[in-house]
């Protein structure tokens, strides 16, 4: 099974910071995953294949990295931001969440 | 556009049964994989079971192999969950999504708890 490790688990930014949170796999993956959820809503995809953005995600978000280490990147922190993410690994059985990375507005 | 709908959740005993069922529309259903992915109160996500186009080929985590069977009707566009055996750490809300995780559901509740 490949563990994934996000970090870090909590962070606060403020806005116009920049943020990135990074997901670090036990084994080499192909592509990495995103996804955002607010409190008592269901996960919305947000990166896919890596780097490439879910529809309607603003352009301030990207992804980046290969092999065993992956981040999301936000360039200008914004209050909407403020969620908590996770990474997902598709590459092998069983698939693989992160443990969630939970973002705050400073 | 595309929409899943869980339903099927509720309160159950441990060691009894439970079926989630996921009706799924604005995309062509038979042509998708599709997966459940739960996530227990204040925890994180954990993919749960994918089943193939044709329902031949289904994946499991050990954590609910040979306890949790997904099965579909690709002429009712649903999804199904069976679910035996159910122990206190099966609580969790259960959401239904394609397999590239692109599209979920609103999510089923079920506690399981005496």
């Known amino acids: 099974e490949i563990v994934l490790t996000q970090s870090p688990t909590t962070m606060a930014a403020s806005p116009g910071e920049k943020v990135t949170i990074t997901c670090r796999a036990s084994?080499?993956?192909?592509?990495m995953h995103w996804f955002q959820q607010k409190s008592g809503t269901s996960p919305k995809p947000w990166i896919y294949?890596?780097?490439k953005l879910a529809s309607g995600v603003p352009d301030r978000f990207s992804g980046s990295g290969s092999g065993t280490s992956y981040s999301l990147t936000i360039s200008s922190m914004e209050a909407e931001d403020a969620a908590t993410y996770y990474c997902?690994?598709?590459?092998?059985?069983?698939?693989?969440f992160g443990a969630g990375t939970k973002l705050e507005l400073k | 556009e595309v929409q899943l709908v869980e339903s099927g959740g509720g309160l159950v005993q441990p060691g009894r049964s439970l079926k989630l069922s996921c009706a799924a529309s604005?995309?062509?259903?038979?042509?998708?994989?599709m997966a459940w992915v739960r996530q227990a109160p204040k925890k994180g996500l954990e993919w749960v079971a994918t089943?193939?186009?044709?329902?031949?080929?289904?994946y499991y985590p050990d954590s609910v192999k040979g306890r949790f069977t997904i099965s579909r009707d690709n002429a009712k566009s649903s999804l199904y969950l069976q679910m035996n055996s159910l122990k206190s750490e099966d609580t969790a809300t259960y959401y239904c999504?394609?397999?590239?995780?692109?599209?979920w559901g609103q999510g089923a509740s079920v506690t399981v708890s005496s």
């Open positions: 997902l690994q598709r590459s092998s059985y069983p698939y693989t």
């Open positions: 294949d890596t780097s």
């Open positions: 084994s080499s993956v192909s592509y």
């Open positions: 999504a394609r397999h590239v995780m692109d599209a």
């Open positions: 604005g995309f062509t259903f038979s042509n998708y994989y």
């Open positions: 089943i193939s186009t044709s329902g031949s080929r289904t």
